[in-house]
T-cell receptor, first 117, second 110 residues
């Protein structure tokens, strides 16, 4: 158990809909990262927050948004869903904001599997 | 910008040593290099991290040459349970911060 909790574990919805994925980081971790993993694909970095502020942005679509709340949990909002958005969405957390010069480990949750029909 | 690249797949047998290389040509001066293991439908798990030369822990070794443009994860005496996808992570080396390498599917057979 990594200590990172993601809900829901599974979600099935229809095209055009909007969903919210939730992540609770490990106790004490200030940084949250979101990744998308489509079937048999690698891990695509979406966005990172550190202590409530956006710190880095990857290949995140304009239809997607995220935020980190004062209690440090984070939510990833996916709207106007398309079939291609079906994927595993992982949240990870770390104590520090991992970037050049900062060693550290990412702790991943078990993911939220989104299926868009 | 160059991506962080790895071989797509590798096959091995139980008891053998496996070496997986990651190329990160545009690694930043202060980047640490980290390797993760991922089983199907699970989140990646940390294996090992290093900055230069060699690092060893209870499960793996990490070799980093002087120019740091590549790194090699070494798994001694693999077992069937080591069958997984292995990813390297270089914070700025992929040109897109915190992007993982392309991943290597390791298959271990009897």
């Amino acid at each position: 158990d990594s200590g990172v909790t993601q809900t829901p574990k599974h979600l099935i919805t229809a095209t055009g809909q909007r969903v919210t994925l939730r992540c609770s980081p490990r106790s004490g971790d200030l940084s949250v990262y979101w990744y998308q993993q489509s079937l048999d694909q690698g891990l695509q970095f979406l966005i990172q927050y550190y202590n409530g502020e956006e710190r880095a942005k990857g290949n995140i679509l304009e239809r997607f948004s995220a935020q980190q709340f004062p209690d440090l949990h984070s939510e990833l909002n996916l709207s106007s869903l398309e079939l291609g958005d079906s994927a595993l969405y992982f949240c990870a957390s770390s104590v520090l904001s991992l970037r050049a010069g900062f060693a550290g480990e990412l702790f991943f949750g078990e993911g939220s599997r989104l299926t868009v029909l | 910008l160059a991506k962080t690249t790895q071989p797509i797949s590798m096959d091995s047998y139980e008891g053998q040593e496996v070496n997986i290389t990651c190329n990160h040509n545009n690694i930043a001066t202060n980047d640490y290099i980290t390797w993760y293991q991922q089983f199907p439908s699970q989140g990646p798990r940390f294996i090992i991290q290093g900055y230069k030369t060699k690092v060893t822990n209870e499960v793996a070794s990490l070799f980093i040459p002087a120019d740091r443009k590549s790194s090699t994860l070494s798994l001694p005496r693999v077992s069937l349970s080591d069958t997984a996808v292995y990813y390297c992570l270089v914070p700025t080396g992929g040109g897109n911060k915190l992007t993982f390498g392309t991943g290597t599917q390791l298959k271990v057979e009897l």
